[in-house]
Each structure stands twice: as C-alpha cells, then as structure tokens.
C-alpha cells in the first residue's frame, strides 16, 4: 500500500458508522456527570455509580503510518482529514476540526468562545497562538456590583453580560495564514457543509436535553438547539442554516467579517437590545496572540525529553512544569502504589497553591513565571514534602519563588499589580474552592500530519452551552467572563474574598487552566495531549505526560494506557483526594491511611492525545473512552 494511497485505517467511535470504522468504544454509562453546586469541602463534588466490570474500553490506540486526528467527535476528525487529504498540513486541519467542532459538538466546540493552540512544526519551531476571549472595553473591576451594592452572581455565567470579546475565529485566521498551507475559505468548507444538516448522535441528544434549563431561557437557543422545544431525538437532522450562512461569510470576507461585518454588526445590535457589553469596538480591537511557549527538559527511562506547554494566561503550563521539577528525582512506580500517588498529589498540592497565588494575565500582571518553573524552587518545594504522610492544606501555602524570579521589566510585563502582598493565603483559598464546584464542558483535540507537523488544541466557551445565548449568526456565546474574579474585595459563596491579579480590566484576558501540551522525546516529537475540566485539566494533562514518558511503553499500547490510567487530582483547596471511580481500592485504602480525604468522581477530563512510535514513527491516536472521543487515522 503505498504511502499516497492509504486509506482511512481506523476509527475509535461509539456508533457504526460504516464499513472502514471500527466500533470499539461502550458508550460509558454515566457520560453525562452530575454535579453538586453547594458543599465546598470534603464530600464528593460529582460521583455517579458506573458499572465498571462492563466498561469495554479498547487497549491499544488507533495507528497510522502518517496522519492522525483525535477529538471527541468522529465528524470533526472526518472534517480534518478531509483537508489533510487536500494537501493541508496539521494546523489546516486543526482549524478544520475546530469550525466542524463548532457545529457538531456545541455545548464547547464554537466560534463564539476562545483557546489556546499550541503548535511544533515539522522546522523545529514551537508556537503558541493565544486566541482566549478578552474583557470588553466597559469592563470594570466590579462589572458585576449591583446598586444595592450586592454582586449579581449569575451575571457572569449565564445571559447577554457573560461573554468576553470571542477570540476563536481570530485565532484559527492567524494559524492558517502563519503556519498553514491553504486557505481560510478551504479549511471551513467542510464545517458549512455540516452546518446544512448532520445526523444527532445520541451523546449530542442527550447533552442537549440535559442543558434544557440553560438553553430555553434565550429564544434563538431554544429554537435552534432544543427544536424549539420539543427537543430532538437521536437519528434527527440538526440543520443550522443561520451557522451556515455565517461560516460562508466569514469563508468569504475572512475573520473582519465575524469583527467588523455582518456578523459583527448583527452580534452587537442583539447585545445592545439586551443589555450585553460586546460593541463593534471590542471586536474590531481583537487580536489573536502569538506568544513563546512554556519549556522544561527532563531525563527519564534513558531519553531527554522536551515538554512544551501554555504560557499564561494559561496557569495550566507553569502549574505541570512545577509540578514535574518536584518530582523530578522521586522514582514513581504507578497509580496502584499508593507511594508514588502520594508524591504526585503533594505536588499538585504545592502548585495550586501557587497557582491560586500568583497567576493571572501577564500582560496586566507580574507573573513570577520564572521563579515557579525554576528547578530550584521546585527542590526547595519538594523539601517540605513528608514522604510518609498526606500534609494539611491548612498548614501550605503559596511558597515565595522571587529569588528565583526575573524582574518585572524581563519577564514582559505590564506591572497594574505586584506579588505576592496582592494575592493574599485568604483570596487564594477562595479561588481554589471556587473552582472545585464548577462545571461545564470544553475541548481537546490534537493532530499530526505526515511530515510531522503537530497541533495541540483546546477551546471552550466554559459552562455548557456557554452563557446560553446564541447569537443572530447562529452561534453560542462563551461566559467566560466568570473566570475572572468576578466579586472582587467581596466574600464570595463561601464567605472568602478571591484573587486580585484576576480581577476585570478591560482587554485583559481571564486566567484559564487549558493547557495544550507536546512532548518532545530526544529531539523527536513523541506526544501531543490536553484536556477539558476546568482546574482537573491540570491533573489530567499532566498524569498523561506522565505516563507516557515515565511509565511507557512507548507503543500503541502504552499511548492508550496513557489515557485510559486512573485519574486523580488535588487542588490544595478542598483538602481532598479526587480519584476516579476505577482508582485502585488498595490504593485508596493506603492513602486514607496515610491522611488523605479521599473523594471519588465519575470522571477526570477527557484527553484526546497522540503518541508517535519512535520505532516505526506510526501515529497512535488515544482518543478519551470516558466520553466517547474518536481517532480517525491516514
Ligand atoms: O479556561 C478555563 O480554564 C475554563 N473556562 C475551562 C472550563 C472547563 O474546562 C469546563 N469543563 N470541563
């Protein structure tokens, strides 16, 4: 078979779909997890009993000899390999991937939203675009006080008043005509395509009805995505003509039609109409940011290898690098010692410490980057690891990384607020308890071409569903303006004031924990991960990196035991110990013995990865079991 002709080889998918895919997924029966909103400690923050014994999950992950395209809907990947099949390279595909996502996929897939794309080219070069939503030019610090001096808590998480400025067509525009091969116009066609009619599956069915509540409070919603409200059932055509007509703009104009044109214009008379805070202004001023990816090396299992991650304001990128120095030197065995488990939770405990300390958007505020991912800090860290006993996140706090640090002027920032006297042990608690009980949906999604260019993808438009609003293009928008601190100087739900460097300033971006991630192994790409899950992205991403390059083996078996591998995550506050479901029970019993508040969730994330063969340079695509990703190879 020769290279040229090689034919789709396989797809990791949950429905049959036709001759060449393979069905090899059991739909997981709790894909949908539920949440509690109240209880803020100890307790389980999200738990649904799964029949594990019947999971069927696949062992080895999807190989082809060039290409591979993992997210977690099988007609994105199709999307992406159709334009590979055109002549494009990875970041076309990816931008392919990302407009079908946002039609097929639209409780996080989107162009009203923002992300981060990582990208290492098959040149050597290493870039990251950040294209995350930013305040709108009316923004305030207290944009949410109401005049009773009271905060409108649901302001920023639900409605016209929740959006940030959209970054996503931006973003896909600058990759394309930086890194890619084809045209704007070439790379949505398969997205409009889709937009005139696909088939419902029964996830998008039942995510759909699960969002009723949200959905049915905005008209153009619930028109177009609960059928006005009769709901849709599984097998039905979702037809999104007022999408189509907006993806063949912006096809046409390119990305001033979604800021300065039609789109725009019809975005912000509907914001206008209903008191939102986009205008014309806030769109024609945004801009999709190439910045210099986060980089540490590490030797493990006789190689050196290269992590290349997120920059703020990404948090998720320092948070995995300093987490990684710490355990650098601990020789980890695997998730069923109970040892080894420990080490890594007491590391997560130290990052979010600081994590909820000192990060925020470091073109407004200095982010000690330098200090935090300094292996010197990381020993000094470590030192205050009791290796036989689960520490009190009572007793930790954020550590002091400033003589580690480079100043402000060097490390690029626009100094509006310093460390670490702005970001109180008080406000950091809160943040970090704040965010143990948010929900909502975003996704990843990676590919590689064959010339070994590799894109690491992840967006959102936050809650599910975003703020519920969609807009007259057709199209949902985010609410991420809740990722800000939204209540400064106030107590938040739990009676805490939250984080100074993450308060609302016009054009400032709000602190995210998405973290697209490629791994070099001796030069050579060799992994390309990210994940969905608000501050568990951190934990998920970093336990795949982990696995592939300590554990191994370095074959399709070890890419998709990367992923399959029982969970866990610490986020410093609540002091609990999130495991996974299937987390070996010995396990678990050992770490309560050794002090951990254990707490078990249905699901941690959902990484769609891929890993490169060193031996036969084959691409192993590992798409997510626990909510039915899928590989599509070439
Ligand atoms: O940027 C962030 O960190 C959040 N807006 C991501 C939200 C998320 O991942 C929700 N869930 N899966």
């Known amino acids: 078979m020769s290279r040229k002709n090689t034919a789709i ?4 998918a949950f429905s049959s779909l036709g001759p060449l895919w393979i069905a090899a997924q059991q739909k997981p029966a709790s894909a949908e997890p539920q949440t509690k909103q109240s209880a803020p400690q100890a307790g389980p923050l999200e738990y649904r009993e799964t029949d594990v ?3 069927n999950w696949p062992k080895e992950a999807v190989r082809a000899p060039e290409a591979m395209i993992v997210s977690d809907n099988a007609l994105a990947d199709k999307a992406g390999l159709e334009i590979l099949k055109k002549g494009g390279n990875a970041v076309d595909a990816a931008a392919a991937v990302a407009f079908a996502l946002a039609v097929v996929e639209p409780r996080a897939g989107n162009i009203g939203g923002g992300g981060f794309m990582l990208l290492r080219l098959a040149s050597g070069k290493t870039v990251f675009v950040d294209y995350r939503e930013e305040a709108p030019g009316s923004a305030t610090r207290e944009l949410y006080k109401k005049a009773d001096g009271t905060y409108d808590t ?3 998480r639900l409605g016209y008043r929740a959006s940030g400025v959209p970054g996503t067509v931006a973003g896909m525009a600058l990759a394309v005509k930086t890194y890619g091969r084809l045209k704007l116009a070439d790379v949505m066609a398969p997205a409009i395509r889709l937009a005139q009619g696909f088939t419902i599956s029964d996830k ?4 759909l009805k699960d969002s009723a509540k949200r959905l049915q409070q905005f008209d153009r919603s619930n028109q177009i995505f609960l059928n006005g409200g009769k709901l849709y059932q599984t097998g039905d055509s979702l037809k999104q003509p007022a999408l189509a007509e907006t993806l063949k703009r912006i096809a046409q104009n390119g990305p001033a039609e979604f800021y300065q044109g039609k789109t725009a214009q019809d975005l912000t008379a509907d914001m206008a109409q209903n008191g939102g805070l986009l205008t014309m202004a806030d769109l024609a001023a945004y801009k999709a940011k ?6 540490a090396s590490y030797d493990a299992n006789g190689s050196k290898w290269d992590v290349y991650t997120s920059p703020p304001p990404s948090s998720g990128g320092i948070a995995m690098i300093e987490a990684l120095n710490i355990l650098s030197p601990e020789q980890l065995k695997g998730w069923n010692d109970a040892t080894s488990v420990h080490w890594v939770a007491e590391a ?3 990052v979010f410490a600081d994590r909820a300390t000192f990060l925020g958007d470091s073109d407004f505020v200095h982010v000690p980057l330098a200090g935090l991912t300094d292996p010197r800090y990381a020993a000094e860290r470590r030192a205050t690891i009791d290796p036989a006993h689960a520490s009190s996140s009572q007793s930790v706090g954020a550590g002091d990384p400033t003589p580690f640090d480079k100043p402000k002027a060097a490390a690029g920032a626009a100094s509006l607020v310093t460390h670490p006297d702005a970001f109180s042990r008080e406000q950091a608690v809160a943040l970090s308890l704040y965010e143990a009980q948010r929900e909502g949906h975003t996704t990843h999604f990676s590919v590689v071409d064959a010339d070994g260019n590799a894109v690491s993808n992840t967006y959102t438009i936050n809650d599910s569903y975003g703020s519920g609003v969609t807009a007259p293009g057709g199209f949902l928008l985010n609410d991420e303006m809740d990722d800000f601190t939204a209540q400064p100087g106030q107590p938040n739900m739990f009676g805490l004031m939250q984080s100074e460097g993450n308060t609302i300033a016009p054009g400032k971006r709000p602190l995210s924990s998405m973290m697209p991630t490629i791994v070099l192994r001796d030069g050579k790409l060799s992994f390309v991960t990210g994940s969905p899950g608000g501050p568990q992205i951190i934990s998920a991403t970093m336990l795949t990196v982990i696995n592939w390059m300590r554990f191994g083996p370095l074959d399709a078996r070890g890419a998709m035991a990367a992923i ?4 866990f995550h610490h986020q410093w506050m609540p002091d609990s110990l999130i495991v996974e479901q299937d987390f070996p029970a010995a396990t678990a019993a050992q770490l309560t013995a050794m002090g951990y508040n254990v707490v078990k969730r249905t699901w941690i994330g959902e990484v769609n990865a891929i890993g490169i063969d060193p031996k036969s340079g ?8 626990r909510r039915q990703g899928a590989a599509l190879g070439n």
Do not use: K, Q, V, Y
């Open 9 to 12: 080889l396989a797809l990791l």
């Open 53 to 55: 014994a019947a999971r």
């Open 564 to 567: 399959n591998a029982p969970r």
């Open 154 to 156: 649901e302001g920023s």
């Open 618 to 625: 084959e691409r192993l695509g590992a798409p997510d079991p």
């Open 348 to 350: 997560m405990r130290l």
């Open 290 to 295: 190439i910045r210099t990816p986060l980089h």
């Open 204 to 207: 998008l069915a039942t995510s």
